[in-house]
């Protein structure tokens, strides 16, 4: 059994016309007009699969396809429309247009399964206009609340309880009020290692936990020339020990260990003068908690040896943490006994980014289906991926929802 990957493929390039961009990209922002239509198209699309539309407070949508016994808790797949400003066509798109695809398939075979099948698109997972990301999954599994979510303003002003009545897809179902029996999500990777291990298929055991730091370094401010050497208080010469610590922390916990130093402001940020103040970002990642808060432990120490040892003023404060997110074994084993059974080549990847699935993951079983995009490249008007590496994803996400929904 299999899904048709050129219809597949037709519906993302339909989709990805909705807001497309010069260099091949899509930019379709959460809730503004362009959000609408894709919304638009895609609920015709669950319309004419015969689905069911649901809407809940925060424009989470839900299609669903009913099975023999709908007093089961569907099995869900899904993700998100919106995009990046510069994003492309397949981050997000491709989880919800699998999910139909995967409908149309039953439709087109005639399969019945007794648990009900649903497909939904998640409000705002980029976090690009609005803040905090994964906003509707967010409030769906109640990490945080309605009244937050709509409080969110992008920088014009508009807020997100404006934007989704102006759109007209602030629904009437309390979101969470919805029971999911299991969730299963396909993503184009994001990264590189399948490309780079030349498999087709990634089968996600884990999402890495995150923990997000502002560190300020303080020195004194002095001309280049006529202040020697060992009189300086240099911000910046002390926050590259830091920085190069971040790395070396990273990598002593191997393989999930990340250290990142994104985002660096030094001022005065003049020639000839001594850098007095030094601000920079520390993003630290692991797949195991433990190992992540050992990474923690030892970046607060090195601080504060450095602290000692220079005198100067250091400061830092954690902005962020999320746990890492293991999903549940059932549902891996779901997407690892599919891929098998197609035969196709495939490694376990622990997903770097964050997913609707993380939070989908807090009120059900949830797995997550991972395909190669084109040198690792996402977030990016040029991220690409191939038509038979998405269909075969597709095919996985067919056989794994048809193992938890049961086919009659
Ligand atoms: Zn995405």
Redesign the pocket.
């Known amino acids: 059994m299999k899904i048709n990957g050129e219809r597949l493929w037709a519906s993302l390039m339909e989709l990805a016309k909705i807001g497309a961009t010069e260099k091949g990209g899509v930019k379709r922002l959460a809730l503004t007009d362009l959000d609408k239509q894709g919304r638009d198209l895609v609920v015709s699309w669950g319309k004419e699969a015969g689905m069911s539309i649901t809407i809940d407070q925060i424009g989470n949508v839900f299609m669903r396809r009913d099975g023999t016994n709908n007093a089961l808790p569907p099995v869900m797949t899904g ?2 429309i919106d995009t990046q400003p510069t994003g492309g066509k397949f ?2 798109n491709y ?1 919800v247009l699998a999910g139909l695809e995967v409908v149309r398939t039953l439709n087109d075979l005639k399969i019945k399964t007794e648990a009900p099948i649903e497909v939904a698109f998640w409000t705002n ?2 976090g690009s206009r609005f803040v905090p990301v994964m906003m509707g999954s967010g409030v769906f599994c109640g990490a945080f609340s309605l009244e937050t979510a709509y409080a969110a303003r992008d920088v014009e002003g508009k807020s997100v309880g404006e934007e989704l009545e102006r759109i007209g897809y602030k629904g009437p179902q309390v979101p969470g009020d919805h029971p999911i029996g299991a969730y299963f999500e396909t ?1 184009i990777e ?1 990264g590189p290692v399948l490309e780079d291990a030349d498999k087709v298929i990634g089968v996600v055991p884990a999402v890495m936990g995150l923990s997000w730091y502002d560190c300020v370094v303080t020195g004194m401010e002095a001309h280049a020339g006529p202040t020697p050497m060992h009189l300086r208080k240099d911000a910046l010469q002390v926050s590259t020990r830091i920085m190069q610590e971040v790395v070396a922390i990273a990598n002593r916990y191997p393989p999930y260990g990340r250290g990142t130093v994104g985002m660096v402001q030094v001022f005065p940020n003049s020639r000839n003068v001594i850098p007095g103040e030094v601000k920079f970002s520390i993003d630290l990642r692991n797949v195991n908690d433990e190992l992540l808060n050992t990474m923690h432990e030892e970046m607060l120490a090195f601080i504060d040896k450095t602290r000692g040892e220079t005198g100067l003023k250091i400061s830092i404060e954690r902005v962020s943490y999320y746990p890492p997110c293991p999903f549940h074994p059932e549902c891996v084993d779901a997407v690892r006994s599919a891929t098998a059974k197609l035969g196709y080549s495939t490694m376990d990847v622990v997903s770097g ?1 964050g ?2 699935a993380i939070y989908a993951a807090r009120l059900a079983p949830a797995g997550m289906i991972f395909v190669p995009c084109k040198d690792g490249i ?1 977030h990016n008007e040029i991220e690409d991926a191939k038509a038979e590496h998405l269909e075969a994803g597709c095919n996985v996400l067919l056989h794994a929802m048809l193992e938890r929904a049961r086919v009659v």
């Open positions: 993700s998100h981050d997000g989880g997972e980029e993503h994001q980014a997913h609707d996402s």
